[in-house]
T-cell receptor, first 115, second 110 residues
Framework: GAVVSQHPSWVICKSGTSVKIECRSL??????MFWYRQFPKQSLMLMAT?????????EQGVEKDKFLINHASLTLSTLTVTSAHPEDSSFYIC???????????FGSGTQLSVL | QKEVEQNSGPLSVPEGAIASLNCTYS??????FFWYRQYSGKSPELIMF????GDKEDGRFTAQLNKASQYVSLLIRDSQPSDSATYLC??????????FGSGTKLNVKP
């Protein structure tokens, strides 16, 4: 299967600071990347869809000014949580598709804890 | 109505038995269907995908799709304790969006 690398694996930050999470497709070009968040014992919630070179499409209820997504190249997408608050604490997972039909491959996830 | 629904479980089966996991989806226009396994604190990993009605087998895993009933299932034969995880059903709709069920927790008892 394809390899999707996500960094950092975990991050602890103070309330009000910004956190950037990187997602890279290592052995394929990802035309589309997705960002999900997952609260404990709940399912994955799609936050946004990003296509290389264009603006991300956000799901209803997701603040685009708070969760900044950049997909500058075919192998890299970033999610920046701006002015993070404790309620933003969650498991954030990126995924990518491209070159392998419709299959979706996931990064290892980032556990964000905002104090 | 949720896009994808699964029984949250837990589903407990003895080692060596067949585990049967079920999923229903709401949109008849859904195009492809996936099963992912997620261990606690880890991200999901793809197990099976299926596009057409019927069965698809891969090793100990069999995915079954019935589009008329909007129903997808995953059978795990000869269940092992290492199969204990949460299994997520995912549906790919138009515009490439993937929607996930809430997952079924499977416990395989030695």
């Amino acid at each position: 299967g394809a390899v999707v690398s996500q960094h950092p694996s975990w991050v602890i930050c103070k309330s009000g600071t910004s956190v950037k999470i990187e997602c890279r497709s290592l052995d394929f070009q990802a035309t589309t990347m997705f960002w999900y968040r997952q609260f404990p014992k709940q399912s994955l919630m799609l936050m946004a869809t990003s296509n290389e070179g264009s603006k991300a499409t956000y799901e209803q209820g997701v603040e685009k000014d708070k969760f900044l997504i950049n997909h500058a190249s075919l192998t890299l997408s970033t999610l920046t949580v701006t002015s993070a608050h404790p309620e933003d604490s969650s498991f954030y997972i990126c995924s990518a598709r491209g070159g392998f039909g419709e299959k979706l491959f996931f990064g290892s996830g980032t556990q964000l804890s905002v104090l | 109505q949720k896009e994808v629904e699964q029984n949250s479980g837990p589903l407990s089966v003895p080692e060596g038995a067949i585990a049967s996991l079920n999923c229903t989806y709401s949109d008849r226009g859904s195009q492809s269907f996936f099963w992912y396994r997620q261990y606690s604190g880890k991200s999901p990993e793809l197990i099976m995908f299926i596009y057409s009605n019927g069965d698809k087998e891969d090793g100990r895993f069999t995915a079954q799709l019935n589009k008329a009933s909007q129903y997808v299932s995953l059978l795990i034969r000869d269940s092992q304790p290492s199969d204990s995880a949460t299994y997520l059903c995912a549906v790919n709709k138009i515009f490439n969006k993937f929607y996930f069920g809430s997952g079924t927790k499977l416990n395989v008892k030695p």
